[in-house]
Every structure is written in C-alpha cells, then in structure tokens.
Nanobody, 123 residues
Framework: VQLQASGGGLVQAGGSLRVSCAAS????????MGWFRQAPGKEREFVAA????????RYADLVKGRFTISRDNAKNTVYLQMSSLKPEDTAVYYC?????????????????WGQGTQVTVSS
C-alpha cells in the first residue's frame, strides 16, 4: 500500500490543524493505521492509531484529549485532527499502515510508511 500524507503547515500555539493520509494500492480496510512523529534529534514516536474499522483507537499520553484519529474507508484516508497545539508538537508527522489486526503502538509492527508532513507550531 502507498501512503501520501498531507495537510501539514505552520500554526500558532493553541491552534488546530488536520493532517490526512491517503492510501492506494491495496484494500484500505484491511489495515490498521497509525500516526507517528519525529522532531529534530529525537526518535520517531507514536502519536495515535486506529483499527481497521475505526471502532478502536489509541493515543500517546502527550496528545490524549487534544488529538483525534479517524478514518474514512470509503475515501481510503486516515486523519489526525490536532487541537490545542503546543510548540513541542512540532515535528514531521508520518502515517503508517499495519496489515490486519488492532491499533498498536509499536512502530516495528507497521508494514508501510508515508513520506511525512511537517507540522510547525509557533509560540
């Protein structure tokens, strides 16, 4: 499956932004999806994940209550709605796909990765 992330940009602290990830090449509903992020000089970290149907989600503690992951299987797209953004949310955001199963935190379980989209939060 090919993944194309988009929607990143520059936003002020406290603002909102939605990033999207469009999938192609395979049956999208066969995949659990995840969002990860990587700031300069840091490891790539888990942000949020959603199972194949959208019925189950998981969030990193740092974003819980501020970010919402969702998916539209008819549009082959997963979204990450980000609110109350903080400068420490600044990173490249990557979407990833995991064939079958539940939403998981472990990035090593994801089979496919998108190219990333830059999110910058100014103070």
């Amino acid at each position: 499956v090919q993944l194309q992330a988009s929607g990143g940009g520059l936003v002020q602290a406290g603002g909102s932004l939605r990033v999207s990830c469009a999938a192609s090449g395979r049956t999208f509903s066969n995949y659990a999806m995840g969002w990860f992020r990587q700031a300069p000089g840091k490891e790539r970290e888990f942000v949020a994940a959603i199972n194949w149907s959208g019925a189950a989600t998981r969030y990193a503690d740092l974003v819980k209550g501020r970010f919402t992951i969702s998916r539209d299987n008819a549009k082959n797209t997963v979204y990450l709605q980000m609110s109350s953004l903080k400068p420490e949310d600044t990173a490249v955001y990557y979407c990833a796909a995991k064939l079958w199963g539940a939403a998981v935190v472990d990035r090593s379980q994801y089979n496919y990765w998108g190219q990333g989209t830059q999110v910058t939060v100014s103070s």
